[in-house]
């Protein structure tokens, strides 16, 4: 073991880091998740399905390391930042701006790694995903792990960022983050979770899986997924799951909402309420009986259907000869306003500096359906 001193105290580094396993399992034995210090990542999460039996839910590597060496980048469960999602251009300003100003001291250039070098994408070439966190504090059920932006990737000012991932009985796993900026910086942030409720056992996709989201409205986009300002009313539209439905009951009707030649969604819904203390959304699979309830600080998530995903799967996920696909998984991403930092007319101030602190926190229950 290594010992470094940080401002945050003094902390042991394994000899395996940044790929060292922290295992947080609650006391009822409802919830066991694995997480690593890179990304501050979630690896593995077992939770029982209505049989009792542990299932791991979501994506991931058998080979840890991949989260930063697999050139396909699919961003598996860990935090995402500085700015999550797409930034247009890789290009902001502040004060904000809707058109791209021309260089000097206030206007800022992320470099650009989504749509042939239209967008920044989820903080850039290496976002706070492919950062080493430290571990500074941990518990059998809690982990917290700090990370240090340094002006990172172009973006202004130094960030300071401790992220907290604790199990609970009954079913719940949370995740807060708090960070700190030097100078006026913006900051969004998402945890970047794959779901599959059934665990690739009686099932191949999410199509069947249940979704409740509780939202009358998604952000308008472009080819890129870049906002274009206006928001779109989901009343008559596959985007309406203000009523639970499958995620694949208006599958038909999804052409090209994800992208030209995309099948599904890869789509920003905002809240219609704050989703603090009752679930914004849940999801839920009639197959393991799992049941999944989200509240949320955020006023907005995203839901990506996964159309793009081409990687081996776990073996426990019967890898690694078969892959996760298209449609195998749904991200969900609880986020804010994307791209506000080049929307001005939403009014959304993702702004931070000295004296305002950024905050982020989800908590996710589970349960069973029969």
Request: net charge negative.
């Amino acid at each position: 073991m290594v010992q470094i001193g940080l401002a945050t105290g003094v902390v042991d580094r394994a000899p395996d880091w940044p790929f060292d396993v922290t295992t947080l399992t609650a006391p009822d034995g409802s919830v066991t998740a694995k997480f690593v210090s890179f990304g501050a990542t979630m690896t593995e999460l077992w939770v029982k399905d209505k049989d009792g039996k542990p299932r791991d839910i979501i994506l991931g590597y058998d080979d840890n390391t991949e989260l930063l060496t697999d050139p396909a980048h699919p961003v598996f469960n860990p935090i995402v930042g500085r700015y999550a999602n797409r930034i247009k251009n890789g290009t902001f300003s502040i004060p904000i701006t809707k058109d791209p100003q021309p260089d000097g001291p206030n206007v800022y250039h992320i470099p650009t790694n989504d749509h042939d070098g239209q967008d920044t994408l989820h903080g850039g070439i290496f976002g706070w995903d492919r950062r080493n966190w430290t571990i500074v504090e941990k518990s059998k059920t809690s982990v917290t792990y700090f990370h240090l932006d340094e002006a990172d990737e172009g973006f202004p000012g130094t960030v300071k960022a401790f992220a907290t991932h604790t199990v609970e009985n009954g079913g719940i796993l949370r995740t807060t983050i708090h960070a700190t900026a030097s100078e006026k910086t913006p900051i969004m942030l998402t945890q970047h979770v794959y779901w599959n409720l059934d665990a690739f056992e009686g099932s191949e996709n999410v199509l069947g899986h249940k979704l409740h989201v509780d939202a009358s409205r998604v952000i308008a986009v472009d080819g890129d997924a870049i906002p274009t300002g206006p928001f779109i009313e989901v009343e008559g539209t596959p985007f309406d799951f203000r009523n639970t439905q499958a995620i694949g009951a208006r599958w038909n009707d999804t052409v090209d909402l994800c992208g030209a030649g995309c099948q599904g969604y890869d789509n920003c819904w905002i809240y219609d309420h704050t989703e603090e203390q009752k679930p914004g959304l849940t999801l839920q699979s009639d197959v393991s009986g799992i049941r999944l309830d989200v509240t949320t600080n955020n006023p907005a998530v995203q839901v990506y259907t996964a159309y793009w995903l081409d990687t081996p799967r776990k073996k426990v996920h019967g890898g690694p000869s078969l892959n996760y696909t298209k449609w195998s998984a749904v991200a969900i991403e609880q986020e804010g306003y994307i791209d506000a930092i080049n929307t001005p007319e939403w009014h959304v101030d993702q702004i931070y500096y000295p004296g305002r602190d950024f905050h982020w926190e989800t908590t996710y229950k589970f349960s069973t359906v029969h």
